[in-house]
């Protein structure tokens, strides 16, 4: 009865450590397919074709700085592009003011107006579009493109997506034995970095980046504005003519009062005078 006993546990551990080992194979399984998945979803890409990546960029002066924006937008999407950044800025250099009436001014300013564009549109439509935006410029000042090879880049990416491949292969296979579920995050998550570098720079192959700066020439402006400097503000001249003889009025009749007040030292100045001539400019008696 005991050794019955004692075989039917023994069984029954068995199977419960392989239940427990084929759920731990199928985790593994199940993240290295994960795996495999990423680093095989982003291989749709020619290996063999250059990888050269195309920027551009142009300054050069216009009539009119808002209607060659325009213009440009409109050029960019029919060739199937795009406006990743635009923006407009005037500085005003100069400004006069000169009196137009008593309570206004006109104004005049000399403003510079400039803007910048960045352009993405596809690779082979650049050279039409540099050709065509030239054609809408006064004068070109700079014209400028680069080319930038990115084919081994973009071959050493793959060929470390490769090896991360082999390593999950044989993992699978049960050659190689990764220690933690970590190591297996990390695994993956290196993958999907490269994935991400070689997609960047496919997307760079297909569409070019154009750089635009264009300008115009200083524009002189005019307007009617507010007279904000307080001291212009004055009366009619006949208005202030009569406030002006009724303030000399008002200080003669000041004038008096205050003498009036001081009358007596008046008298006293008065007194001191006559006494010094008197006294003082009295021609001297000459006794023989």
Known sequence: MKT?????????CLIFIV?????????????SADTTSVASSGDNTDPGKPKLVKTADMRFKVKDVQQTGEAVAALTTALNGMVMHHSLATTIERSTDVASSSDSVMRFSSYYTNADMTIRLPSDKMEEFMNRVGHMAVFVN????????????????????????????????????IKS???????????????IDNRRIEDAVKYSTVGLNFYQS??????????????????????RLGNALVNGW???????????????????????????????????????
Request: charged share 25%.
């Open 142 to 177: 700079t014209r400028n493109m680069d080319i930038q090879d990115k084919t081994l880049d973009f071959l050493s990416s793959q060929l470390k997506v490769s090896g991360r491949n082999e390593i999950i292969a044989q993992q699978k296979k049960g050659l190689v034995k």
């Open 181 to 195: 579920i970590d190591d297996v995050l990390a695994l993956k998550d290196d993958q999907v970095d490269k994935q």
């Open 218 to 239: 200083n524009t002189v402006a005019k307007e009617l504005i507010v007279n904000d400097d307080p001291s212009n503000y004055t009366l009619p001249f006949f208005r």
């Open 250 to 288: 008002l200080i003669f009749d000041e004038g008096l009062i205050a003498l009036a007040n001081i009358w007596v030292f008046v008298l006293i100045v008065i007194a001191a005078i006559s006494a010094y001539r008197h006294y003082v400019k009295k021609p001297a008696i000459h006794i023989e």
């Open 4 to 12: 019955r006993l004692f075989y039917w546990g023994g069984l029954l």
């Open 19 to 31: 239940a427990c080992s084929g759920n731990k194979v199928h985790r593994y399984e199940t993240s």
